[in-house]
């Protein structure tokens, strides 16, 4: 696609965003290739690709772990966007027609998964070639969903930001309402977040609908929608990462207010009830009550461990997706072997910990 717009999101994005991972990629090649005596490369590769497209299971986890990739080249190009010398943009792209602009965007983000995207073309031959054929297809379609996704992402920012307006209907509609200061937040959301909100939304929607339907046999047993819920929280990192940022950005002078870290840590579990409000709808109309009460606690101490790692590390995108990714390969074997409860337990006595520990003294670090 060799158009103006492709060439300049190219040289901007692009190339920018593999100078600046380029250590983390070389490390993932490493451990991919590296660690593979030569003799043995192809027939380890072959056979780690036919797990994939045979294992549900491993399909999962190589998809939240691609759906963690995607996450972070969003919050790379967002910035980017966002930033001074790419004000151009909010002009010279909206020259082009709407159809146009997620043409060039979708085939940056394309370019964007190409380390995760190469791998799994390949597998989906692989497991075509051996008579697989759901798991493959899921592949090719999962790819495309994150490149689509991503363009409306990228595209909805570009034209929000030069529409003129300075208010949305959210805040000129609440305008005399009374907003807890829980709240903020959630309107903030749905003024200037709109898109990625709903792009979440439908990330939750078809991993919870890829979950039970990979798993239609073991559709009653309570770790599938574990992993699920999961998956949905992951999905969720771009906005804990967003709230994280809201509140040192506009909400620091609440650390001098007479409100208890109870109460705050209480107010930010709040926000993320709201936040998978839907998903809550989908458990309890799904799962008897205790069983829905119990997911939807775990996903909210899931949500708030995420959330409270960041008073620790710091605003620092790139080593929070590592501990994302290490955090989620460790719930993810207590899910499995179903301690969801003291999953439960564990989550909130160590997110309150360190809440408490570092919420007055956290690490304002930018990415």
Same mark, same amino acid.
């Given at each position: 696609?060799?158009?103006?717009?492709?060439?300049?999101?190219?040289?901007?994005?692009?190339?920018?965003?593999?100078?600046?991972?380029?250590?983390?990629?070389?490390?993932?090649?490493?451990?991919?290739?590296?660690?593979?005596?030569?003799?043995?490369?192809?027939?380890? #590769?072959?056979?780690?690709?036919?797990?994939?497209?045979?294992?549900?299971?491993?399909?999962?986890?190589?998809?939240?772990?691609?759906?963690?990739?995607?996450?972070?080249?969003? #919050?790379?190009?967002?910035?980017?966007?966002?930033?001074?010398?790419?004000?151009?943009?909010?002009?010279?792209?909206?020259?082009?027609?709407?159809?146009?602009?997620?043409?060039?965007?979708?085939?940056?983000?394309?370019?964007?998964?190409?380390?995760?995207?190469?791998?799994?073309?390949?597998?989906?031959?692989?497991?075509?070639? #051996?008579?697989?054929?759901?798991?493959?297809?899921? $592949?090719?379609?999962?790819?495309?969903?994150?490149?689509?996704?991503?363009?409306?992402?990228?595209?909805?920012?570009?034209?929000?930001?030069?529409?003129?307006?300075?208010?949305?209907?959210?805040?000129?509609?609440?305008?005399?309402?009374?907003?807890?200061?829980?709240?903020?937040?959630?309107?903030?959301?749905?003024?200037?977040?709109?898109?990625?909100?709903?792009?979440?939304?439908?990330?939750?929607?078809?991993?919870?609908?890829?979950?039970?339907?990979?798993?239609?046999?073991?559709?009653?047993?309570?770790?599938?929608?574990? $992993?699920?819920?999961?998956?949905?929280?992951?999905?969720?990192?771009?906005?804990?990462?967003?709230?994280?940022?809201?509140?040192?950005?506009?909400?620091?002078?609440?650390?001098?207010?007479?409100?208890?870290?109870?109460?705050?840590?209480?107010?930010?579990?709040?926000?993320?009830?709201?936040?998978?409000?839907?998903?809550?709808?989908?458990?309890?109309?799904?799962?008897?009550?205790?069983?829905?009460?119990?997911?939807?606690?775990?996903?909210?101490?899931?949500?708030?461990?995420? #959330?409270?790692?960041?008073?620790?590390?710091?605003?620092?995108?790139?080593?929070?997706?590592?501990?994302?990714?290490?955090?989620?390969?460790?719930?993810?074997?207590?899910?499995?072997?179903?301690?969801?409860?003291?999953?439960?337990?564990?989550?909130?006595?160590?997110?309150?910990?360190?809440?408490?520990?570092?919420?007055?003294?956290?690490?304002?670090?930018?990415?």
């Amino acid at each position: 696609m060799n158009t103006p717009l492709t060439n300049i999101l190219l040289k901007i994005f692009a190339s920018g965003f593999y100078r600046a991972h380029a250590g983390i990629l070389c490390v993932g090649f490493f451990v991919m290739f590296g660690m593979v005596e030569p003799g043995q490369l192809l027939n380890y #590769h072959k056979t780690l690709m036919l797990t994939l497209v045979s294992s549900s299971l491993m399909m999962a986890v190589v998809f939240a772990c691609w759906l963690v990739y995607s996450i972070k080249s969003w #919050h790379y190009v967002i910035g980017q966007i966002t930033a001074v010398n790419q004000h151009f943009l909010f002009y010279s792209s909206n020259a082009f027609t709407k159809g146009r602009q997620f043409k060039s965007w979708f085939y940056l983000q394309l370019v964007l998964l190409l380390p995760i995207s190469v791998y799994g073309v390949i597998a989906a031959g692989v497991g075509l070639a #051996h008579h697989y054929y759901l798991i493959p297809l899921a $592949i090719i379609a999962y790819l495309f969903l994150l490149a689509g996704l991503s363009a409306i992402l990228y595209k909805g920012t570009v034209n929000k930001l030069v529409d003129g307006s300075t208010q949305g209907w959210m805040l000129t509609l609440s305008s005399k309402w009374r907003k807890p200061w829980f709240s903020l937040f959630i309107y903030h959301v749905f003024d200037q977040h709109k898109i990625t909100w709903l792009v979440t939304k439908a990330l939750s929607y078809l991993l919870i609908t890829g979950f039970f339907l990979l798993f239609a046999d073991v559709a009653h047993d309570i770790r599938v929608a574990g $992993i699920a819920l999961l998956a949905v929280v992951v999905a969720h990192v771009k906005l804990i990462f967003e709230e994280r940022s809201f509140e040192e950005k506009w909400l620091s002078f609440t650390r001098n207010l007479p409100y208890s870290r109870a109460r705050l840590f209480a107010g930010f579990a709040g926000v993320y009830f709201i936040l998978m409000f839907p998903e809550s709808i989908w458990l309890f109309s799904r799962f008897n009550p205790l069983t829905a009460f119990e997911l939807l606690l775990a996903g909210i101490s899931i949500a708030m461990l995420f #959330h409270c790692l960041l008073y620790y590390i710091g605003l620092d995108m790139e080593k929070y997706m590592l501990w994302i990714f290490f955090l989620f390969v460790a719930i993810f074997w207590l899910i499995l072997f179903k301690l969801l409860w003291m999953l439960v337990g564990l989550n909130l006595v160590v997110s309150f910990w360190v809440f408490w520990r570092w919420y007055y003294r956290s690490r304002i670090v930018t990415d």
